[in-house]
């Protein structure tokens, strides 16, 4: 048995008897019980599942214009990029500061989740008639339209990416990236021959700074070219 006199000095007592631990039905990542949902094929509760989708909304922004992933600087081209950035951040602290002492076993959730999926199949209506539709392909010799549907999905999901832009944000974003890049040149250009190592240095700043513009614009078109075909 241990008792304080046993433990070493400093150890807090009240935090070991408090330590959060993962039990069946609560979120996998913070212990919490409220609003509890599959999110990726885990129980996640409401609040992990918001911040979690704040970064994937983050992800798919740059993804989508191609620029640098998320994480490690909120150094961005303007300023919607740097909201995504700076929430993902934000979204990042917080689930890093909720997380479980110690996450539990994936074999250990998969086994909790089997009683209540086994329940949500038996309960859900249509079930037979499901299972017989499926099973009666497996009887018949001329089926042999079925296998063309999973070519139909890859195609609607190859074109997908390309439905998500947003044209007319798209075209907003151009702008203002090329009024960006009208003002580095004319600081350029009123730098001329840097004479001293600072105006060196800030001229090498701003030709980075063109370079990532000129980058994103080519990365723009290419998501333009994409959504008007």
């Given at each position: ?13 009240h935090?070991i008897?408090?330590i959060r631990?993962w039990?069946?039905?609560?979120c ?13 094929n ?8 918001e911040?979690e989708?704040i ?5 798919k ?5 191609g ?8 150094q ?5 990029e ?11 602290r ?27 199949v038996?309960?859900?209506?249509g ?5 017989g539709?499926?099973?009666?392909p497996?009887?018949r ?7 063309a549907a999973?070519?139909?999905?890859s ?9 998500s ?20 040149d004319?600081?350029t250009?009123?730098i001329g ?33 994409a959504?008007?075909n």
């Amino acid at each position: 048995m241990i008792d304080a006199q046993t433990l070493s000095p400093g150890t807090d007592i009240h935090a070991i008897r408090n330590i959060r631990r993962w039990t069946p039905g609560d979120c996998v990542w913070c212990g919490d019980n409220r609003s509890v949902e599959m999110f990726r094929n885990e129980p996640r509760c409401g609040t992990c599942r918001e911040q979690e989708s704040i970064i994937d909304e983050a992800r798919k922004f740059v993804g989508m214009y191609g620029l640098r992933p998320i994480g490690g600087t909120l150094q961005a081209d303007d300023d919607e990029e740097y909201e995504h950035r700076l929430g993902a951040r934000d979204a990042r602290r917080a689930l890093n500061e909720t997380r479980l002492d110690e996450l539990p076993d994936p074999a250990a959730v998969r086994k909790a989740l089997r009683p209540r999926a086994a329940t949500v199949v038996a309960e859900s209506p249509g079930a037979a008639a499901s299972n017989g539709e499926a099973a009666a392909p497996k009887s018949r010799s001329g089926a042999t339209s079925r296998p063309a549907a999973p070519r139909q999905q890859s195609r609607s999901a190859a074109s997908s990416p390309a439905e998500s832009v947003d044209v007319k944000a798209l075209e907003t974003r151009v702008a203002g990236l090329l009024d960006q890049l009208g003002s580095i040149d004319a600081e350029t250009a009123k730098i001329g021959e840097p004479a001293g190592l600072a105006a060196r240095a800030r001229l090498s700043d701003l030709t980075k700074q063109r370079a990532t513009v000129l980058r994103t614009l080519a990365a723009l078109e290419k998501a333009r070219i994409a959504a008007s075909n």
